[in-house]
């Protein structure tokens, strides 16, 4: 994980989102499906301790899940309330 601001040497992403697009190799658009989906998936029941809903949601919409799980685990993300609060940092909302 970078993000040091004392190392100017780095170009910077300007944003989070910009560097969650980069890592999850999707769409803004996609990821911010994702968001959603395990939001709503949460507010209805527990976090598995997986990345369960997660991979159901790409599996459904045809989203190659290998490269989106392995940008989530980067990012820290290892069941979906850690992946839904990945998505929401920096919100938009
Ligand atoms: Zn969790």
Same mark, same amino acid.
């Given at each position: 994980?970078?993000?040091?601001? /004392?190392? +100017?040497?780095? +170009?910077?992403?300007?944003?989070?989102?910009?560097? =969650?697009?980069? #890592? =999850?190799?999707?769409? +803004? *658009?996609?990821? !911010?499906?994702?968001?959603?989906? /395990?939001?709503?998936? /949460?507010?209805?029941?527990?976090?598995?301790? !997986?990345? !369960?809903?997660? #991979?159901?949601?790409?599996?459904?919409?045809?989203?190659?899940?290998?490269?989106?799980? !392995?940008?989530?685990?980067?990012?820290?993300?290892?069941?979906?309330?850690?992946?839904?609060? *990945? /998505?929401?940092?920096?919100?938009?909302?």
């Amino acid at each position: 994980m970078t993000g040091d601001p /004392l190392e +100017p040497d780095r +170009p910077p992403i300007t944003g989070w989102p910009e560097l =969650l697009t980069v #890592a =999850l190799t999707v769409e +803004p *658009v996609v990821w !911010r499906a994702l968001q959603r989906y /395990l939001g709503g998936a /949460l507010a209805s029941r527990a976090c598995s301790g !997986r990345l !369960r809903e997660a #991979a159901r949601w790409a599996a459904t919409r045809h989203v190659p899940w290998d490269p989106l799980s !392995r940008g989530l685990h980067a990012l820290g993300a290892d069941c979906d309330c850690e992946a839904w609060e *990945v /998505l929401s940092r920096g919100c938009w909302c």
